[in-house]
């Protein structure tokens, strides 16, 4: 039996598909923004557990066992008053020993797009994706 704590692991394939872009969860959600909490509200509800897919600039790639976890540069939004800055945080599982590479070789600054469920969003700041897999 699980622990009430814990939460049950999603497979990816199973989440619904979201054709949320990375940059509306970003203009939704960082600070000083002119988005109503209602809205982040509703946000939340349609994307959570759904599956999505993006494309960011890698800031930082960490292995803990078997799982990688990749972090997006802070994305910033276009509205004027905004100071705050969103990030993506993916936790990955290399399908393959081609995945394993490309995550080995990959840089801060390149681009990498991912695929995967998006497990939280935190203090309007982070998205967490997890499970999630590397997008060729």
């Not at 959570?48 to 292995?63: C, H, L, P, Q």
């Not at 939004?77 to 080995?104: C, H, M, W, Y």
Request: proline share 4%; glycine share 6%.
């Amino acid at each position: 039996m699980a622990e009430p704590d814990q939460k049950v692991q999603i497979n990816l394939n199973d989440a619904p598909a979201s054709p949320v872009t990375l940059s509306e969860v970003v203009e939704l959600f960082v600070l000083g923004g002119n988005k109503t909490q209602l809205q982040r509200e509703t946000m939340s509800q349609k994307i959570i557990g759904s599956r999505v897919s993006w494309s960011f600039k890698v800031y930082e790639v960490a292995k803990d066992g078997e799982q990688y976890r990749v972090m997006s540069e802070m994305l910033g939004s276009s509205q004027p008053n905004a100071f705050g800055k969103l990030t993506v945080i993916a936790f990955l599982n290399a399908r393959n020993s081609n995945d394993e590479q490309i995550l080995l070789k990959l840089d801060t600054g390149k681009q990498v797009k991912v695929r995967g469920v998006v497990d939280s969003i935190n203090l309007r700041s982070v998205v967490v994706l997890s499970p999630a897999e590397l997008v060729d």
